[in-house]
């Protein structure tokens, strides 16, 4: 059973920062994708970023600028840095990693 645990997530004043890592435990031969969704309260989930095994990255216009995707192959994790954070980058941030997805971990925004 493939697991994927995300880690790094908690409570950060507004123009804070944090980094969400995702792990998954075993490695993917061929062409994937992994990325970063989120889900606030009542909102249903959406893209935050996702990087393909070549190093394709996507953002959504949200975060552009302010978030940055990046992978480490050999360690089967997926990172994602989040500058200058804002109330409304308040969610659950879940991870995919190939077809998997992370329980999901938990960002607040908040003065």
């Known amino acids: 059973q493939v697991q994927v645990v995300e880690s790094g997530g908690g409570l950060v004043q507004p123009g804070g920062s944090l980094r969400l890592s995702c792990a998954r435990s075993?490695?993917?031969?061929?062409?994937?994708?992994m990325g970063w969704y989120r889900q606030a309260p009542g909102k249903q989930r959406e893209l935050v970023a996702t990087?393909?095994?070549?190093?394709?990255?996507n953002y959504a216009d949200s975060v552009k600028g302010r978030f940055t995707i990046s992978r480490d192959s050999a360690k089967n994790t997926v990172y994602l840095q989040m500058n200058s954070l804002k109330p409304e980058d308040t969610a659950v941030y879940y991870c995919?990693?190939?077809?998997?997805w992370g329980q999901g971990t938990q960002v607040t925004v908040s003065s």
């Open positions: 995919l990693y190939g077809s998997s």
């Open positions: 990087v393909t095994s070549s190093g394709v990255t």
């Open positions: 075993r490695g993917i031969i061929g062409i994937y994708l």
